[in-house]
């Protein structure tokens, strides 16, 4: 065009052009900046499909192969060449594939719908593999199917590991199970001949023996109270044993404890320990309360307080607290729990000391023996302790509030 043949352009007219040329300008910029977006966006997909640990395989609306990924080709063995227009089934399915879930894929793909299954997949030597496969439809913009990418992870190990697992774990219960009939069993088989023991070895030490033949029956018949009893809080422990129903006992406690008493009082003077009994004059003559349960617990704190204490003193104190609550405190000037270990005692098996033990005996049970039965009657138990100078255990029994003789 020459501009000499143009006539005098209005100013006017000038401007227009000029921001007409800004505007396409501007919308060609746009343009641009959309294909380069788009043009990474589509590369990226095809970097992330192609270099992603997933296997990736896509197929035609049919289950016809169109393109896999390197992944894809180390998982199964064979090369895209050999795939690619081949349908799925003629080279993925085997016996072991479930040829119902192959049916459900179809049925999902007809219905364009995403999809996860757990497939058996054979590899080129006819090795079975099992894989997760994860179904995303590819629509066109109106909607039509174009195909189908199919995203699998390698899931044969992890099954292998779940199989061993499972197996393990049922292995485990059938043993557990065992072990519980074997646990049922021991209780009648080991108590049955202890109480021939102990009964026997009363019936003999009330027969006419010189003072040797006295000793020696009343060493059995200590060993086998020992022995008794460790077996008894063994098969406490088991999972089988139930708790023994709480029982309400009115009881003469003055009497009881007395009696109780004399029976640790043996037992402390061979070490040169005072066992004292302290009854508040709050505590009525006699009283209704879980007495059985009682007397367990009080059992094993006191055990506990004579075998831990060499010399000194051991204190059982009574006291009603409230209307409906006993307080048992059992004090010892023993070698006392360290603070760390405190708050442990009460676990199953839990021995502050192994040597200690080991010169005491006992198998850590009594404490969370004890623990138990208080909370199946609702008592409580606890302790306090200055190490190298005792502790002091704390039970307190709900009593019945009802009044004596109502
Ligand atoms: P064990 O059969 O070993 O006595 P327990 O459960 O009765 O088991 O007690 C757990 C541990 O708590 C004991 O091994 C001991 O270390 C500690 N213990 C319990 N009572 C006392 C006490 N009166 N004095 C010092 N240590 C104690």
């Known amino acids: 065009m020459n501009p000499k043949d143009d006539g005098p352009t209005h100013p006017h007219q000038t401007n227009k052009t000029v921001a007409e040329l800004q505007a396409r300008i501007e919308a060609l910029e746009a343009e641009l900046k959309s294909a380069q977006q788009n043009s990474i966006k589509s590369h990226g997909y095809k970097v992330v499909a192609t270099h992603t640990s997933n296997s990736v395989l896509?197929?035609?609306?049919?289950?016809?192969?169109?393109?896999?990924?390197?992944?894809?080709?180390?998982?199964?063995?064979?090369?895209?060449?050999?795939?690619?227009?081949?349908?799925t089934e003629k080279f993925l399915v085997g016996a072991e594939t479930n040829l119902e879930t192959i049916k459900d894929i179809f049925e999902q793909m007809r219905a364009k719908q995403s999809f996860t299954y757990e497939v058996v997949h054979y590899n080129s030597q006819n090795e079975p593999y099992q894989i997760i496969t994860n179904g995303e439809p590819i629509l066109c913009e109106d909607g039509s199917l174009l195909g189908y990418a199919m995203i699998e992870t390698d899931i044969t190990l992890l099954k292998?590991?779940?199989?061993?697992?499972?197996?393990?774990?049922?292995?485990?219960?059938?043993?557990?199970?065992?072990?519980?009939?074997?646990l049922a069993n021991l209780s009648h088989e080991f108590r049955t001949p202890l109480n021939g023991i102990l009964g026997l070895g009363q019936l003999l030490l009330s027969t006419t023996l010189d003072e040797e033949q006295a000793d020696y029956t009343q060493t059995i018949l200590e060993s086998a109270?020992?022995?008794?009893?460790?077996?008894?809080?063994?098969?406490?422990?088991?999972?089988s044993s139930q708790p023994e129903p709480t029982t309400l006992?009115?009881?003469?406690?003055?009497?009881?404890?007395?009696?109780?008493?004399?029976?640790h009082e043996q037992e402390s003077q061979n070490k040169d320990i005072q066992f004292a009994l302290e009854i508040a004059e709050n505590v009525p003559a006699e009283i209704e309360l879980p007495w059985m349960q009682t007397y367990k617990i009080l059992n094993f704190i006191c055990e506990n307080a004579v075998k831990?204490?060499?010399a000194g003193q051991i204190l059982l104190n009574v006291e009603l607290k409230e209307e409906n609550s006993l307080s048992f405190?059992?004090?010892?000037?023993?070698?006392?729990?360290?603070?760390?270990?405190?708050?442990?005692?009460?676990?199953?098996?839990y021995q502050v000391d192994?040597?200690?033990?080991?010169?005491?005996?006992?198998?850590?049970?009594?404490?969370?023996?004890a623990k138990k039965i208080a909370s199946n009657i609702g008592a409580t138990i606890s302790v306090e302790s200055t190490f190298g100078h005792g502790c002091t255990f704390t039970l307190c029994v709900p009593i019945s509030s009802e009044p004596v003789g109502g």
Request: net charge negative; with cysteine.
């Open 58 to 87: 896509i197929v035609d609306p049919e289950g016809v192969a169109q393109w896999v990924n390197p992944s894809f080709e180390k998982l199964s063995g064979r090369l895209a060449q050999e795939i690619i227009g081949k349908p």
């Open 160 to 182: 292998v590991m779940e199989e061993a697992l499972t197996n393990a774990y049922k292995s485990a219960e059938e043993k557990e199970a065992a072990k519980r009939n074997l």
């Open 225 to 239: 109270d020992v022995l008794s009893g460790l077996i008894e809080k063994l098969l406490s422990m088991t999972p």
């Open 249 to 263: 006992e009115r009881i003469d406690l003055r009497k009881m404890l007395s009696a109780k008493v004399c029976q």
């Open 308 to 310: 831990f204490t060499d």
């Open 329 to 349: 405190t059992i004090s010892d000037s023993g070698i006392g729990i360290h603070p760390d270990a405190l708050p442990l005692i009460f676990d199953e098996y």
């Open 354 to 369: 192994e040597s200690h033990t080991r010169a005491h005996g006992g198998i850590g049970l009594g404490l969370s023996l």
